[in-house]
């Protein structure tokens, strides 16, 4: 979860919110959080890989475990997209998609080779992030250049801009659902995961509030809407210049660091697509030596290679804030069935209106590739 969404999406959530930011940021976490409450409940009663894909079908019925199935492998995929952009344009903004491509074949290689050096790799690159971040904060606290008026609400605050900053920064919250896409490479999944998803969003929403008022308070929301590299610029501020290299650095390891871990729950969830049939069941294959779909891998990262060369990193951003609220969305309904229906109420409002509130050319994207994926699952059902 604390990867690169914190270093790209404070920008056009400032812009969007102006300096309702912090707001945009806290209706975020309470939707992730009944999300994560959500999503928790049905993983210990559904330990199998797959996410909402297998709770949907196994709690409202085999379309809306389809779609939620759909709607996280085609908005995950863009997601793969924008962090191996990200990783491109911070690395070697001239060659952004060549270094894309790059990170994706690599990356799908790690996959490959198993569940256990992958976790390796995302503990080396959380440790690599984390120090960065802290040191953001560090120069920024000790600059002298902070000023705290810079958080005040003012007169441009609106309520759609705040809900667009919020469905917008859910793009950085969104990682815990891999947790439950894992469920069958996990010890004792019933108890485990329960406690790591509401442990993983509590860690991540500290981070990223100590984040975003660092940047505010020397930066200010318009001075942040405008950055094209939010944190790195925000050293810069602090009148620190000789850490932009180690932010963009962090930053690129911070992209590098969640496009492993989307690219591992996207193939699980194409593996429980692919065991009902609605995927080529080719896919379900498992490699008999490193106990991972291996064919579901490697389809994922070429289709994802081709759009890191091709897409435009806004536009796959926006596209997969859509699609993973969607998701979302589903998992409050499945939870709603199970009882204790306050939180998957408001987890699934607040995913609608979320998702209704991103920029319309993301909504419509969404809702297009969202109806196409009914049509086939209906063309496959005739």
Not at 66 to 87: P, Q, R
Not at 104 to 113: D, E, P
Not at 119 to 129: G, H, K, P, Q, Y
Not at 362 to 367: E, P
Request: glycine residues 10%.
């Amino acid at each position: 979860m604390v990867g690169a969404g914190i270093f790209a999406a404070l920008a056009p959530a400032a812009a969007a919110a102006g300096s309702g930011l912090l707001i945009g940021l806290a209706v975020a976490a309470v939707v992730a959080y009944c999300n994560a409450t959500s999503s928790a409940r049905l993983a210990a009663r559904y330990p199998q890989s797959g996410g909402t894909y297998i709770y949907g079908r196994e709690r409202l019925g085999e379309f809306w475990g389809y779609t939620a199935g759909w709607s996280f492998i085609v908005g995950k995929t863009a997601s793969c997209a924008a962090m191996a952009l990200t990783v491109g344009l911070y690395a070697w903004p001239q060659w952004a998609h060549a270094v894309a491509v790059a990170a994706v074949v690599a990356l799908t290689a790690v996959n490959y080779a198993g569940i256990q050096k992958s976790a390796l790799l995302t503990r080396i690159i959380v440790a690599c992030v984390l120090a960065v971040l802290a040191a953001v904060v560090v120069i920024i606290a000790g600059s002298g250049s902070t000023d705290l008026s810079r958080l005040e609400i003012g007169d441009d605050v609106g309520a759609r801009g705040v809900l667009q900053a919020a469905g917008l920064l859910f793009f950085a919250f969104a990682g815990y659902a891999r947790i439950a896409t894992l469920g069958e490479e996990v010890r004792d999944p019933a108890r485990t995961i329960p406690r790591a998803i509401p442990i993983a969003l509590g860690i991540a929403l500290v981070i990223y509030a100590v984040v975003a008022v660092a940047a505010l308070s020397v930066l200010g929301s318009s001075g942040l809407a405008s950055a094209p590299a939010p944190l790195a610029d925000a050293v810069d501020a602090a009148g620190a210049p000789q850490w932009q290299q180690v932010v963009r650095a962090g930053a690129a390891v911070a992209a590098l660091g969640s496009l492993l871990a989307l690219i591992l729950g996207v193939s699980r969830t194409t593996l429980a697509m692919a065991r009902d049939h609605h995927l080529p069941h080719a896919l379900a294959a498992v490699h008999p030596r490193f106990a991972v779909p291996h064919r579901a891998e490697v389809l994922v990262g070429i289709v994802v290679a081709i759009l890191a060369a091709v897409v435009d990193l806004r536009g796959a951003i926006g596209f997969s804030s859509f699609a993973v609220l969607l998701y979302y969305a589903i998992a409050n309904a499945a939870a709603w069935t199970l009882g204790r229906r306050v939180i998957p109420v408001l987890g699934l409002v607040g995913c609608l209106v979320l998702a209704f509130s991103l920029p319309l050319t993301s909504v419509l994207t969404g809702l297009a590739v969202v109806a196409l994926g009914a049509v086939i699952y209906a063309v496959r059902r005739r």
